[in-house]
């Protein structure tokens, strides 16, 4: 990812961060909303959210919160990014909501892989520096016998039970672990409320439980006051989950997810869901997020507010030579640039989203469309020829028996195959086994 600078600008005008947030409909729920609102008020907030390391890399489900932390920064607030080494050891809920668990030694890696991947998004510098954390460092150090009577005595078995997550679960079962969750957790906010001065947390709306059981331990152990909000779920208008493709998630790592598939995930949006993620995600003004969500609605062929979005973000978190190279593959795979211009990682990334055909040696152009899945046969490959429609890098074909002579190679092993204006498949030379 790129070192971004914190150059993005901050809520104008004097707003205060929680009207930027309610304006963007990031604000969800909160504990009472005027004592947060004086709570910023009265200086600056030191705050934390937290980021459990249960794989090797952050997805962009986890990008609000992240962005969300960036935005208070630039506000003048100072961060506490919490990645958690205990509590990554407990794992992350499956689909029948237990939790996978994963060796010490994952987890040790990959808190290290997710605290480097936040870095670029924060400053480290300044009067409201940002401070990475990790809760194994006060966690890690108690017994099972000082964690009952510290923490767990503070907790009426009761009130969880009456948590509708706990309450979903009694009749299909539930185990410990699961269970106290929260405990862990809610330490986490005492924890760095005793030792950096921290007065806020924030997370996901499916955090709220386990933020406001926080809340009250803090207050059960005489500290505070201590506060919290929650952002909503990121939703899609189509009801399929958010960041999920037909390949699994959208990582922030591009060497789980290349910037040109992040690229495309964004100019691929719904525009039923962008007016929405563009307030979520962007840093644009008010102003022009509302000339964009406009112009989906007068012009949404032209897919403006998509681009945009897909532009800055890509360049948040990949950097802008990334972003630059990302659109200009977008461009080049549809004849409207220089295909040879591109860097083979992009290029190549952008041919597996459209599937890539690895081949020994290379037959005909016919034979090429055949193999890439573009017609169904020969007669139909010829036949595309024949009438204007196959295109081999850009250059149309007009030769059923042509041939592509290796000099034609993009980078000496790639082939971009076109049919028609829009579908396209990739072909890589590979060396013969």
């Keep these: ?12 005008g004097g707003e ?49 919160q992240v962005l969300t932390a ?30 996978t668990l994963n060796s010490p030694e994952v987890v040790a890696s990959w808190v290290e892989r997710i605290r480097t991947q936040l870095s670029p998004f924060v400053s480290y510098e ?98 505070g006051p201590v506060h919290a909000f929650v952002t909503p779920l990121v939703t899609k208008a189509d009801g399929t989950k958010f960041g999920k493709t037909e390949g699994g998630a959208i990582w922030l790592d591009p060497t789980m997810t290349s910037p040109y598939a992040f690229y495309q995930f964004w100019v691929n949006s719904d525009d039923r869901d962008v007016a929405q993620y563009l307030r979520y995600f962007s840093f644009r003004s008010h102003s022009e997020i509302e000339e ?26 990949h950097g802008e030579e990334e972003a630059r190279q990302a659109v200009a593959a977008s461009q080049a795979l549809f004849g409207r640039g220089a295909l040879d211009e591109l860097a083979p990682e992009t290029l190549r990334a952008a041919l597996s989203e459209a599937g890539l055909v690895q081949l020994e040696t290379l037959p005909p152009v016919a034979g090429l469309l055949r193999e890439t899945g573009l017609v169904g046969s020969l007669n139909e490959a010829r036949r595309a020829i024949t009438e204007g429609g196959a295109y081999v890098n850009n250059e149309r074909v007009t030769d059923v028996e042509a041939t592509v002579p290796s000099e034609a190679l993009l980078h000496g092993r790639f082939l971009v195959l076109r049919r028609g204006k829009r579908t396209f498949a990739g072909v890589e030379l590979v060396p013969a086994r």
């Excluded at 604000?27 to 609102?37: C, G, H, I, Q, V």
């Excluded at 406009?294 to 978190?317: D, G, I, M, Y």
Aim: proline share 5%; net charge neutral; charged share 25%.
């Design 1 to 12: 990812m790129t070192d971004s600078s914190l150059s993005s600008a901050a809520p104008a």
């Design 16 to 64: 205060s961060p929680l009207d930027d947030l309610r304006w963007r409909g990031l604000l969800f729920d909160s504990t009472d909303p005027a004592e947060l609102a004086q709570h910023f008020r009265s200086g600056p907030v030191t705050f934390y959210v937290g980021f459990d390391p249960t794989a090797p890399s952050l997805h962009i489900g986890n990008l609000l």
């Design 70 to 99: 960036r935005r208070l920064q630039l506000a003048g607030h100072r961060p506490l990014l919490l990645v958690g080494g205990a509590t990554g050891l407990i794992g992350d809920p499956n689909e029948r909501g237990e939790r």
């Design 126 to 223: 300044g009067d409201n520096a940002a401070r990475p954390v990790n809760n194994l460092d006060w966690t890690g150090e108690m017994s099972v016998a000082e964690f009952l009577r510290d923490v767990g005595k503070h907790f009426p078995v009761n009130r969880m039970l009456a948590r509708e997550v706990v309450k979903a679960r009694l009749e299909s079962g539930i185990s410990y672990t699961e269970f106290s969750y929260q405990l862990l957790q809610a330490n986490d906010f005492f924890e760095l409320h005793r030792r950096y001065g921290c007065t806020l947390q924030f997370g996901g709306s499916d955090q709220w439980g386990n933020i406001t059981a926080g809340v009250d331990y803090v207050r059960r152990r005489g500290a």
């Design 292 to 317: 964009l969500e406009k112009a989906t609605a007068e012009r949404p062929a032209a897919r403006v507010a998509q681009r945009a979005l897909a532009e800055e973000l890509t360049a948040l978190v």
